[in-house]
């Protein structure tokens, strides 16, 4: 069965700071990366994904992941994070089925 | 991008009675949904995959006879808790797979809706 760690489970960090979110999946199989992300009062989004092909990966906003096959990781990067990105983020993994991480909530001070 | 509509946005209702929430895709045809549940301060579960035309596939540990599924179209699927309780009180999620993109597993995701049984 796959499963989906993130061992962040509350960020906080000053503008302008660099951000590192983890992600540790098992999984079988063909592997879908996924960074979902959920500002306040709204549905989830995606932020980026990675299927195959180069393991470092563009999303939106600034942010970047880097797939990591020998460790199993997908971490979430972005090197100056801004007040708007206090949000949840959620790592998940999965081919037909998609499985959830439980979340890495991070807040910006201004 | 592909937007996923979901009514009610919230819910109250009384303990016993049926509630019917609706996924809607709005921009795309989709084959499959999925149902989420999501608890306070915890990741999404997924309940059951919802496919057009045919029945629902559910998770192991959930009722069917309970969240019961109808995907009767390419752009609506509902799920409808039967007899609620208040320990069905929760966060509802559906996403929807755009199989225009062929390539991915994509999923996009309605905003929501927060039952609460009293």
């Known amino acids: 069965a796959q499963s989906v760690s993130q061992h962040n489970h509350h960020v906080i960090l000053s503008e302008a700071a660099s951000l590192e979110l983890g992600c540790n999946y098992s999984?079988?199989?063909?592997?879908?990366l996924f960074w979902y992300v959920q500002y306040p009062g709204q549905h989830l989004q995606l932020l980026l994904k990675?299927?195959?092909?180069?393991?470092l990966v563009k999303g939106i906003k600034g942010f970047e992941a880097e797939f990591i096959k020998s460790k199993f990781s997908f971490n979430l990067r972005k090197p100056s994070v801004q007040w708007s990105d206090t949000a949840e983020y959620f790592c998940?993994?999965?081919?037909?089925?998609?499985?959830f991480g439980t979340g890495t909530k991070l807040q910006v001070i201004p | 991008g592909a937007v996923v509509s979901q009514h009610p946005s919230w819910v109250i209702c009384k303990s016993g009675t049926s509630v019917k929430i609706e996924c809607r895709s709005l921009?795309?045809?989709?084959?499959?949904m999925f149902w989420y549940r999501q608890f306070p301060k915890q990741s999404l579960m997924l309940m059951a995959t919802?496919?057009?035309?045919?029945?629902?596939?559910?998770e192991q540990g959930v009722e069917k006879d309970k969240f019961l599924i109808n995907h009767a179209s390419l752009t609506l699927s509902t799920l409808t808790v039967t007899s609620a309780h208040p320990e069905d009180s929760s966060f509802y999620i559906c996403?929807?797979?755009?199989?225009?993109?062929?390539?991915?597993?994509?999923?996009?995701f309605g905003p929501g809706t927060r039952l609460l049984v009293l």
């Open positions: 921009d795309f045809q989709a084959t499959t």
């Open positions: 999984y079988g199989g063909t592997v879908n």
């Open positions: 990675y299927f195959s092909g180069d393991p």
């Open positions: 919802s496919n057009e035309g045919s029945k629902a596939t559910y």
């Open positions: 998940a993994v999965g081919y037909q089925k998609v499985t």
């Open positions: 996403s929807a797979r755009d199989p225009v993109e062929g390539w991915g597993e994509t999923q996009y």
